[in-house]
């Protein structure tokens, strides 16, 4: 069974930097799409991020909007891990947040993410 465990979350003020970790285990990462989600308090869940398999045309990365620029999606196959690196973090930033796995690959923002990590809570100060 797969199974996803976030870390690197915490208490940073506004404009700083954390990078959060996905740990993979229960499959073949390579195969899988990885996505970040993130939910705040009493908002629904939201998409942040995303990144494809490696194929023979490279790897795609996605992301929305409001994170584009600022975050930075990567995965590292030999350690079975994706990451989310965020600068110029915002109070808005707040949320928890969720790496998810895609098994087709396409990593795409509305590609069916069947598994879910517990999330990692990160808080922006301002």
């Known amino acids: 069974q797969v199974q996803l465990v976030e870390s690197g979350g915490g208490l940073v003020q506004a404009g700083g930097s954390l990078r959060l970790s996905c740990a993979f285990s229960?499959?073949?990462?390579?195969?899988?799409?990885i996505g970040w989600f993130r939910q705040a308090p009493g908002k629904e869940r939201e998409y942040v991020a995303s990144?494809?398999?490696?194929?023979?045309?490279?790897?795609?990365?996605y992301y929305a909007d409001s994170v584009k620029g600022r975050f930075t999606i990567s995965r590292d196959n030999a350690k079975n891990t994706a990451y989310l690196q965020m600068n110029s973090l915002k109070p808005e930033d707040t949320a928890v947040y969720y790496c998810?796995?895609?098994?087709?690959?396409?990593?795409?923002?509305?590609?069916?993410?069947?598994?879910w990590g517990q999330g990692t809570q990160v808080t922006v100060s301002s």
């Open positions: 998810a796995a895609d098994r087709g690959g396409r990593g795409q923002p509305a590609s069916p993410y069947e598994f």
């Open positions: 229960g499959g073949s990462f390579r195969s899988y799409g």
């Open positions: 990144i494809s398999v490696t194929s023979w045309s490279g790897i795609n990365t």
